[in-house]
C-alpha cells in the first residue's frame, strides 16, 4: 500500500491495486464521524456498443441504469435493507460516463465494506425481478421528462448526434427498457464489472491499514479470471448536428432556448480536455457574466433574466458548448453569444480573479465527505485526478484562453426552442 | 462520545452566537439568520432582500466589483435561504470561504469586510428593486413549471384557506410582489436588522480574531420572539382532483395527528421516527409496499410537519394506477398507526434516522442546521435526541399517529399523452 500526500489540500491518502485488478484509493479524514466508500465502473449510458476479447456487443439503450437498479437484488434479499440493518445509507447513480455504488457508515466500516464489495460481485437477478422493476423505471424516465429544464437539454443532445449514444436518455426510454431481457443484463454485467475495470474509493476516520486489510481479504475470496478491458465503439458520427432547428412545446411560463455547438472531440487525453474546457469556460465566465460591462445593459434591456448561461463539456468521447437564455425572441441569444465574443473581455486581470474562484472551488469541495468520495471517484473513471485539476486551472493562459474562441468557427450549431403551449 | 461540541454565547438580548471549533474542515462558515414574523406581503420583501444581498453594496456598487472581490476572495459565496415557519420567517445567509491557512494573499480580516459589506450596506435602491422584482418572478414561473412543486403550491394554497399560515409559498408571493413597494422593502431590512431574532453561527478553524469582530458588530439588543406554537386547525377537505398538461399526475395526501401536543413528552421524536417507518427511507412501509412491491412509482416518501403535527406523503405516478395508490398509501398509514409491521422495519429505520442524522453533523450545513432548529423544539442536546429516539418503541409511535386524521387528498392530473 503506497502512501500519498497533496500538499496544496493537505491530504494523506493511500493507494493500492490489488491481485484482482481492483484499484483502491483510501483516504484518511481523521475528525469525520462518518465513512463513505464508494465503488466504480467506467460503464455508463454511452457504452451501448463496445468490443471484448475482439467480439462486439451491441445493447439496449438504458441497459447501464437498468443494472445499476438490478443490482440491489440479490436471491430475493433486498440489499438496501440488508444496509439498513446496520445503520448504513447505499445509494448508487448512473451517470453517461460510470455507474457507481456507494455507502456512508457511523458504525466500524467492515460490515458495510464487505457487503459493498459482495453486492457488487455478485449479480444474480431473476426473469421476475426484471419485469417488476421495468414499471418503476419508466415512471422514473417520465418523472425527468416533465422538468421543462431537463427536457429541453435531452432535445439538445437528440438534436446534435445522429449516432452518439449521448441522444439516449440515461435510462433510455420505454421501448428499450420494456426490451431489456435478464440475459442482456447478465451479459452486460459479466463485460464491465471485472475489478480490474473498477475503483474502491473509501474516506474514513478508520485505521487505513485494517481498512486496506478488509478490502484484501474480502476479494481475495472472490474468484476472478484474468480478463481485458472493454472498449467503448463509437459509431461513426457527422460532424454536421440533426437538426440546425428543433421546436417542442410543454406547458411552461416562458418560452426557453438552447443554442448548442457541436464540436469534433480532438484531444489527446481526459487532462488536455480538462484544460481546454476549463480555458474556454474562463473566457464565457469574462464574457458573459457581470465581468462584462454589457451583462448590464443585457438585464437592463430585458434580453436576459437569471436563466442565462452556458455549459462547456470536453470529454475524449464528444465535445460541446451550450448557450441557453428564456425570451420570446428567437434570435436574441444569437446575437447575445455575437455581443459578448466580439468584445472579448478578457485580460490578465480577470483571468487571475476567475482562477482564483475555481482554486476556491476546488477546496470547497472537498469537505463533504461523501461528496469529495463520488467526484473523487468520477474524476478517477474519467481519467482524471482530482488533487490535478487545481494545477492545471493555474498554469492556464491567457493565451489559452483567448485561443479557445476557436469553437464557434469549429462547431455545427443547432438551435432548440421550448415554447410553451399555446 | 459527544457528536457536537459548540459554545453558545449571548451577545446581546435575542441576539445569539453559536461557534463550532473544528479543524476537519478546510473552510470557514459563517450563517446569520434573522427572524421574525411577517404577513405575506412580508416574506414577498424578504424574497426581494435575498436576492438583493450579495448583488451589489456600498463598497462594491456593481455587480461587476462585487464578482471580483468574491474571485478574489478565493471563490467567496454568499446563499441566502429564506424559510417558513408558521407566521414567523427566517431568512438566513451563508457565506463561505477558504480557510485563509491554506491561501495565498487573503486574510481573516478580508472576509469580515467583506460580511459587512454585503450584509448591513446592501445597495437597495430603485434599480435593483426592480431588477429583481422581475428577476424574482421569473424564477418562481419557471419553478411552478416543475408539476410537483406546482402541485404543492397548490396543496398548500387550498389549505390557506383554512389557516393562513399555510399561504406563505411561491404562487401567493408572485402576487404580492406587484403590489409591494421600494419604501417596503428597505422598512422590511430595517426591521430585519434591528428588530429580528439573529443567530450567528461559525463553524470551521475559526481563530478568536473573527470571533471578536463578529462581538463588535453595531448590533443592538431587541425584544423579539419567534416561537409560534399554537396548532393548527384544519378542517378535513377531502379529495381535489385538478390538471395540467404534463407526463405524470401528481398526488399529495395530507394527515393530521389530533390530540397530541408535539413539544410533551417523546412526541417529538415519535413523529419523527413515525414518518421514517412510513415513508421517509428505502426501507419505510411506502417504499415497499408501493414502488418495490406493486412498480407504481419511482418516488414516493412522506414529510412530517413536526410543528403542526401532520404527515403528508408525495408522489408521482400513473394516473391510471391512481387508486391503487391512493389505497395503497392508506393502507400504509393504517398499519403504522396500529403498529402492524414488522419489528425489522421499525428497528432499520431507527437504525438509519439515527445514523442519517449523525451524518448531517459531518458537514457544515448539517451541523448549523441542527443548531438553528435547536431551539425551536427542544433544549436536549444532540446526544439526547439520539437518545430519545434510541428508546422509543413501536407502541410510541402507535400512541402517536393512533388518532390520525384525513385532511386532504390532492390530485394534479397529468396528460399521460404529452411526451
Excluded at chain 1, 337 to 350: A, S, T
Excluded at chain 2, 162 to 186: G, K, P
Excluded at chain 2, 203 to 208: A, K, N, R
Aim: aromatic share 12%.
Amino acid at each position: 500500500m503506497k502512501k500519498l500526500y497533496n500538499n496544496t489540500f493537505k491530504e494523506e491518502y493511500y493507494e493500492e491495486t490489488l491481485d484482482s485488478g481492483l484499484k483502491v484509493l483510501l483516504f484518511h479524514k481523521k475528525d469525520y464521524v462518518s465513512s463513505t466508500a464508494a465503488i466504480g465502473t467506467p460503464y455508463g449510458a454511452l457504452m451501448v456498443n463496445e468490443t471484448k476479447d475482439g467480439i462486439s456487443y451491441h445493447h439496449n439503450p438504458g441497459i447501464a441504469h437498468f443494472l445499476e437498479h438490478k443490482l440491489f437484488e440479490t436471491d430475493d434479499k433486498d440489499i438496501m435493507n440488508d444496509f439498513a440493518r446496520i445503520g448504513a445509507n447505499v445509494n448508487a447513480f448512473t451517470s453517461y460516463s460510470e455507474t457507481v455504488y456507494y455507502f456512508s457508515s457511523n458504525s466500524d466500516i467492515e460490515k458495510p465494506l464487505n457487503m459493498l464489495l459482495d453486492f457488487v460481485y455478485n449479480f444474480d437477478v431473476t426473469e421476475e425481478s426484471v419485469e417488476k422493476e421495468k414499471g418503476i423505471i419508466i415512471e422514473e424516465l417520465n418523472m425527468y421528462a416533465t422538468n421543462p429544464v431537463q427536457r429541453l437539454l435531452n432535445e439538445s443532445y437528440k438534436s446534435m448526434y445522429h449516432n452518439f449514444p449521448l441522444k439516449y436518455d440515461i435510462g433510455g426510454n420505454a421501448d428499450t427498457v420494456n426490451a431489456i431481457s435478464k440475459d442482456e443484463l447478465i451479459e452486460c454485467y459479466k463485460i464491465n464489472y471485472h475489478p480490474s475495470n473498477m475503483v474502491l474509493v473509501i474516506s474514513t476516520s478508520q485505521d487505513p491499514y485494517k481498512v486496506m486489510d478488509i478490502v484484501r481479504n474480502n476479494m481475495a475470496e472472490k474468484n476472478f479470471a484474468k480478463e481485458s478491458q472493454p472498449v467503448k465503439d463509437n459509431l461513426s458520427e457527422p460532424t454536421e448536428v440533426v437538426n440546425k432547428e428543433y421546436n417542442f412545446n410543454m406547458d411552461v411560463s416562458m418560452n426557453k432556448q438552447i443554442i448548442a455547438y457541436k464540436l469534433v472531440p480532438d484531444f489527446k487525453n481526459s487532462e488536455e480536455a480538462f484544460y481546454r474546457q476549463a480555458a474556454l469556460t474562463f473566457l464565457l465566465e469574462a464574457c458573459f457574466t457581470p465581468f462584462n460591462p454589457l451583462y448590464q445593459k443585457w438585464l437592463d434591456e430585458g434580453e436576459i433574466n437569471d436563466f442565462f448561461g452556458y455549459e462547456v463539456d470536453y470529454t475524449t468521447d464528444y465535445a460541446y458548448v451550450l448557450f441557453y437564455y428564456e425570451s420570446d425572441d428567437k434570435e436574441g441569444l444569437m446575437n447575445i453569444i455575437k455581443e459578448g465574443l466580439d468584445l472579448r473581455n478578457i485580460d490578465e486581470d480577470i483571468l487571475e480573479q476567475i482562477k482564483r474562484k475555481y482554486i476556491g472551488i476546488g477546496f470547497s469541495n472537498i469537505n463533504q465527505l461523501e461528496a469529495f468520495t463520488l467526484d473523487y471517484l468520477k474524476d478517477y473513471l474519467e481519467g482524471m485526478d482530482f488533487f490535478k485539476e487545481i494545477e492545471i486551472i493555474k498554469s492556464i493562459t491567457l493565451k489559452d484562453v483567448e485561443k479557445s474562441i476557436e469553437f464557434v468557427d469549429k462547431a455545427s450549431v443547432s438551435m432548440i426552442n421550448l415554447e410553451k403551449n399555446s | 462520545m459527544k457528536y457536537i461540541d459548540y459554545t453558545k454565547e449571548e451577545l446581546k438580548k435575542n441576539i445569539d452566537l453559536k461557534v463550532v471549533k473544528t479543524t476537519k474542515y478546510k473552510d470557514i462558515n459563517i450563517y446569520f439568520s434573522f427572524m421574525y414574523e411577517t404577513d405575506v406581503k412580508g416574506k414577498a420583501c424578504l424574497s426581494l432582500i435575498k436576492e438583493i444581498v450579495g448583488n451589489a453594496s456600498e463598497g462594491l456598487p456593481t455587480k461587476r466589483e462585487m464578482m471580483a472581490k468574491k474571485c478574489m476572495l478565493y471563490g467567496a459565496s454568499l446563499d441566502a435561504a429564506l424559510t417558513t415557519f408558521s407566521y414567523h420567517n427566517c431568512l438566513s445567509f451563508h457565506y463561505n470561504f477558504v480557510d485563509p491557512k491554506y491561501l495565498d494573499g487573503v486574510t481573516l480580516k478580508d472576509y469580515f469586510d467583506f460580511i459587512t459589506d454585503t450584509l448591513f450596506r446592501p445597495l437597495i435602491d430603485k434599480e435593483s428593486f426592480k431588477e429583481n422584482q422581475k428577476i424574482l418572478k421569473n424564477a418562481i414561473s419557471r419553478r411552478l413549471d416543475k408539476p410537483a412543486i406546482y402541485a404543492h403550491n397548490r396543496f398548500n394554497q387550498i389549505l390557506s384557506s383554512q389557516d393562513e399560515r399555510f399561504r406563505m409559498l411561491d404562487a401567493d408571493i408572485i402576487s404580492e410582489l406587484d403590489e409591494i413597494t421600494l419604501d417596503d422593502v428597505l422598512k422590511t431590512y430595517s426591521d430585519m436588522i434591528a428588530k429580528s431574532y439573529i443567530e450567528i453561527v461559525l463553524i470551521g478553524d475559526v481563530q478568536d480574531e473573527l470571533i471578536e469582530n463578529i462581538r463588535a458588530l453595531p448590533l443592538n439588543e431587541r425584544d423579539s420572539c419567534f416561537i409560534d406554537r399554537d396548532e393548527v386547525k384544519l378542517k378535513n377537505v377531502n379529495y381535489i382532483e385538478e390538471s395540467k398538461k404534463t407526463a405524470q399526475t401528481a398526488l399529495i395526501m395530507a394527515y393530521k395527528l389530533n390530540g397530541h401536543n408535539i413539544f410533551e413528552g417523546n412526541n417529538y421524536y415519535s413523529i419523527l421516527l413515525g414518518n421514517a417507518v412510513l415513508g421517509m427511507l428505502p426501507c419505510s412501509l411506502l417504499f415497499i409496499e408501493v414502488r418495490e412491491k406493486r412498480s407504481l412509482c419511482y418516488t414516493i416518501d412522506s414529510r412530517d410537519n413536526k410543528k403542526d403535527g401532520m404527515i403528508s406523503v408525495s408522489t408521482l405516478i400513473s394516473y391510471k394506477n391512481k387508486d391503487r395508490v391512493i389505497k395503497e398509501i392508506r393502507k400504509q398509514l393504517f398499519r403504522l398507526s396500529l403498529g402492524l409491521y414488522s419489528k425489522d422495519i421499525f428497528n432499520m429505520s431507527k437504525r438509519l434516522l439515527v445514523d442519517s442524522l449523525i451524518q448531517s453533523i459531518d458537514d457544515s450545513d448539517g451541523t448549523y442546521n441542527y443548531l438553528h432548529s435547536r431551539g425551536y423544539y427542544s433544549s436536549e442536546s444532540f446526544n439526547d435526541m439520539i437518545d430519545g429516539i434510541e428508546k422509543l418503541t413501536k407502541k410510541d409511535i402507535s400512541r402517536l399517529f393512533k388518532g390520525y386524521r384525513h385532511i386532504i387528498t390532492y390530485v394534479l392530473k397529468g396528460d399521460e399523452e404529452t411526451i
